[in-house]
């Protein structure tokens, strides 16, 4: 069973050496290729998909960047129902992996100057609720709810990225989620 992740720096592993959440799902056994890059907004993501990217499951983790960069909902939604429909011709299993809300605990303060936290929360929220309705040749992992039903703001090392326990406890959600689709 091969597995393709496609995502920004969540999944990547930013501040955390590349030891993401994708990181400790390969160590569990998973023959994983992991796309994912710093930065990645759902434009780049489009550009990267492509005939030769067949696998069994697809996780996809993107938005964020856009909702830093100042994209609407609307915007990103749009990608990502592209993003869908280019993965449905390769074949396989699609998991939309829904962002968890940032924190202003741990922020950095380069961040403060520039983003409107509390708009791309919201946005992160919106966003969770509309892919959840319209799953349909989708699945959903939601970090959103994972969020709001666990404290994870202390393990947001610049009140964005996840540290090495919230990577781990990130990667057993999806693991869990993956059970009977593998």
Do not use: Q, W
Request: hydrophobic letters at 35%; charged letters at 25%; glycine letters at 8%.
């Amino acid at each position: 069973m091969r597995i393709c992740a496609l995502g920004d720096s969540i999944f990547e592993g930013y501040l955390v050496g590349g030891k993401s959440l994708i990181y400790y799902l390969s160590g569990k056994g998973y023959d994983i290729d992991n796309y994912s890059v710093n930065g990645f907004t759902t434009d780049e993501l489009l550009y990267l998909i492509n005939k030769s990217m067949s696998y069994d499951i697809y996780l996809v983790h993107i938005g964020l960047n856009d909702f830093f960069n100042g994209r609407s909902l609307e915007y990103v939604l749009n990608n990502i129902y592209k993003i869908i429909e280019k993965l449905k011709t390769l074949g396989g299993r699609i998991f939309i992996i829904s962002p968890y809300p940032t924190s202003f605990k741990n922020l950095d303060e380069a961040y403060e100057s520039f983003i409107n936290f509390s708009s791309v929360n919201k946005k992160i929220e919106n966003l969770d609720k509309i892919l959840k309705k319209k799953a349909k040749d989708f699945k959903v992992i939601s970090f959103f709810d994972y969020a709001k039903e666990n404290y994870i703001e202390e393990d947001l090392i610049d009140g964005i990225h996840p540290n090495t326990n919230l990577n781990k406890r990130l990667s057993s959600l999806v693991e869990e989620k993956l059970n009977g689709h593998i």
